[in-house]
Protein backbone atom coordinates (compact mmCIF):
# COMPACT_ATOMS: atom_id res chain seq x y z
CA UNK A 1 0.00 0.00 0.00
CA UNK A 2 1.51 3.50 -0.58
CA UNK A 3 0.98 6.02 1.70
CA UNK A 4 0.51 9.77 1.05
CA UNK A 5 1.27 12.78 2.81
CA UNK A 6 0.96 16.58 2.93
CA UNK A 7 4.39 18.29 2.35
CA UNK A 8 6.17 21.02 4.26
CA UNK A 9 6.00 24.86 3.04
CA UNK A 10 9.83 24.37 2.56
CA UNK A 11 9.70 20.91 0.69
CA UNK A 12 6.87 22.64 -2.00
CA UNK A 13 9.16 25.71 -2.25
CA UNK A 14 12.34 23.33 -3.04
CA UNK A 15 10.23 20.99 -5.58
CA UNK A 16 9.22 24.53 -7.61
CA UNK A 17 12.52 25.51 -7.59
CA UNK A 18 13.72 22.51 -8.50
CA UNK A 19 11.49 20.95 -11.50
CA UNK A 20 10.95 24.34 -13.82
CA UNK A 21 8.48 22.74 -15.65
CA UNK A 22 4.62 21.26 -14.89
CA UNK A 23 1.22 21.76 -16.61
CA UNK A 24 -0.98 24.67 -16.62
CA UNK A 25 -4.65 24.48 -16.35
CA UNK A 26 -6.69 27.29 -17.70
CA UNK A 27 -10.48 27.53 -18.25
CA UNK A 28 -13.12 29.55 -20.16
CA UNK A 29 -16.51 29.26 -20.51
CA UNK A 30 -16.93 26.08 -18.40
CA UNK A 31 -13.81 24.46 -20.78
CA UNK A 32 -10.59 23.56 -19.70
CA UNK A 33 -7.44 23.35 -20.83
CA UNK A 34 -4.31 21.78 -19.70
CA UNK A 35 -0.54 22.94 -21.57
CA UNK A 36 2.86 22.04 -20.36
CA UNK A 37 4.99 25.22 -19.60
CA UNK A 38 8.32 25.97 -18.43
CA UNK A 39 8.30 28.16 -15.52
CA UNK A 40 10.93 30.49 -12.99
CA UNK A 41 10.19 30.35 -9.42
CA UNK A 42 10.78 33.41 -7.50
CA UNK A 43 9.20 32.80 -4.37
CA UNK A 44 6.21 33.63 -3.74
CA UNK A 45 5.56 33.90 -7.67
CA UNK A 46 6.22 31.95 -10.47
CA UNK A 47 7.07 33.19 -14.15
CA UNK A 48 6.22 32.28 -17.16
CA UNK A 49 7.66 32.76 -20.42
CA UNK A 50 5.58 31.47 -23.81
CA UNK A 51 4.42 32.41 -26.94
CA UNK A 52 0.77 33.91 -27.55
CA UNK A 53 -1.89 31.02 -28.70
CA UNK A 54 -4.82 28.86 -26.72
CA UNK A 55 -3.07 29.33 -23.34
CA UNK A 56 -2.70 33.09 -23.75
CA UNK A 57 -6.52 33.65 -24.51
CA UNK A 58 -8.05 31.18 -22.21
CA UNK A 59 -5.57 33.63 -19.40
CA UNK A 60 -7.21 37.28 -20.89
CA UNK A 61 -10.74 35.42 -20.15
CA UNK A 62 -10.13 34.15 -16.96
CA UNK A 63 -6.55 34.77 -15.20
CA UNK A 64 -7.21 32.51 -12.54
CA UNK A 65 -5.00 29.41 -13.51
CA UNK A 66 -3.42 25.97 -11.61
CA UNK A 67 0.17 24.88 -12.07
CA UNK A 68 0.67 21.14 -10.96
CA UNK A 69 4.71 20.42 -10.71
CA UNK A 70 5.42 16.62 -9.97
CA UNK A 71 8.87 14.62 -9.71
CA UNK A 72 7.88 10.79 -10.14
CA UNK A 73 10.84 8.51 -9.40
CA UNK A 74 8.04 5.86 -10.05
CA UNK A 75 4.46 5.19 -9.30
CA UNK A 76 4.87 4.43 -5.46
CA UNK A 77 7.86 7.09 -4.92
CA UNK A 78 6.19 10.80 -6.37
CA UNK A 79 5.73 14.38 -5.19
CA UNK A 80 3.81 16.76 -6.50
CA UNK A 81 2.72 20.62 -5.99
CA UNK A 82 -0.18 22.62 -7.23
CA UNK A 83 -0.01 26.29 -7.37
CA UNK A 84 -3.59 28.46 -7.83
CA UNK A 85 -3.58 31.69 -8.16
CA UNK A 86 -3.88 34.91 -10.61
CA UNK A 87 -2.03 35.13 -13.71
CA UNK A 88 -1.03 38.62 -14.75
CA UNK A 89 0.41 39.29 -18.44
CA UNK A 90 3.16 41.37 -18.09
CA UNK A 91 3.81 44.29 -20.40
CA UNK A 92 6.25 47.04 -18.81
CA UNK A 93 9.14 46.49 -19.76
CA UNK A 94 10.72 47.23 -16.42
CA UNK A 95 8.64 44.44 -14.99
CA UNK A 96 9.88 42.15 -18.21
CA UNK A 97 13.23 42.92 -17.86
CA UNK A 98 12.83 41.30 -14.03
CA UNK A 99 11.17 38.69 -14.70
CA UNK A 100 13.30 37.72 -17.45
CA UNK A 101 16.40 38.06 -15.03
CA UNK A 102 13.97 35.12 -12.77
CA UNK A 103 13.91 33.35 -15.98
CA UNK A 104 17.19 33.37 -16.97
CA UNK A 105 18.80 32.80 -14.22
CA UNK A 106 16.86 29.31 -13.64
CA UNK A 107 17.09 28.20 -17.16
CA UNK A 108 19.58 30.53 -19.39
CA UNK A 109 18.67 28.34 -22.39
CA UNK A 110 15.08 28.56 -21.67
CA UNK A 111 13.09 29.94 -25.21
CA UNK A 112 9.08 29.83 -25.81
CA UNK A 113 8.33 26.65 -27.35
CA UNK A 114 7.80 27.75 -31.16
CA UNK A 115 5.10 26.33 -33.25
CA UNK A 116 5.61 25.93 -36.81
CA UNK A 117 2.33 25.72 -37.64
CA UNK A 118 1.66 29.33 -36.06
CA UNK A 119 4.18 31.12 -38.34
CA UNK A 120 2.09 32.61 -41.03
CA UNK A 121 2.96 32.61 -44.92
CA UNK A 122 4.93 35.71 -44.47
CA UNK A 123 7.45 34.22 -41.66
CA UNK A 124 6.26 36.41 -39.04
CA UNK A 125 7.59 34.94 -35.47
CA UNK A 126 5.07 33.84 -32.88
CA UNK A 127 4.37 37.20 -30.25
CA UNK A 128 6.17 36.49 -26.92
CA UNK A 129 4.36 36.60 -23.71
CA UNK A 130 5.49 36.62 -20.31
CA UNK A 131 2.87 36.18 -17.05
CA UNK A 132 3.87 36.27 -13.19
CA UNK A 133 1.71 33.98 -11.62
CA UNK A 134 0.30 34.95 -7.91
CA UNK A 135 -0.33 32.13 -5.96
CA UNK A 136 -3.04 32.26 -3.63
CA UNK A 137 -3.56 28.66 -2.30
CA UNK A 138 0.16 26.09 -2.75
CA UNK A 139 -0.67 22.61 -1.68
CA UNK A 140 1.36 19.27 -1.72
CA UNK A 141 1.59 15.65 -1.27
CA UNK A 142 4.20 13.10 -1.59
CA UNK A 143 4.75 9.31 -1.76
CA UNK A 144 6.01 7.92 1.80
CA UNK A 145 9.28 5.49 1.77
CA UNK A 146 8.41 2.30 1.40
CA UNK A 147 8.12 0.81 5.00
CA UNK A 148 7.68 4.28 6.53
CA UNK A 149 3.89 5.62 7.97
CA UNK A 150 3.02 8.70 8.82
CA UNK A 151 4.72 10.60 11.60
CA UNK A 152 7.11 7.23 11.53
CA UNK A 153 9.92 6.66 9.25
CA UNK A 154 11.90 3.63 9.19
CA UNK A 155 15.44 3.53 11.07
Known amino acids: MIEIEEMAVKEMQDLLQKVGYGHLGCAR ?21 TTEGMK ?12 QVEEVHNPANWRSVI ?3 QAEH ?4 E ?3 HAMQFITEQNPTLTPA ?4 WIDVWGRANVVAIYRIHP ?12 DTRGKTNP
Open 29 to 49: EGRPYVVPVHYAYADPDLYIF
Open 56 to 67: TDYIAANPEVCL
Open 83 to 85: VTG
Open 90 to 93: ITKS
Open 95 to 97: DTE
Open 114 to 117: INKM
Open 136 to 147: SIISGRKTLNAG
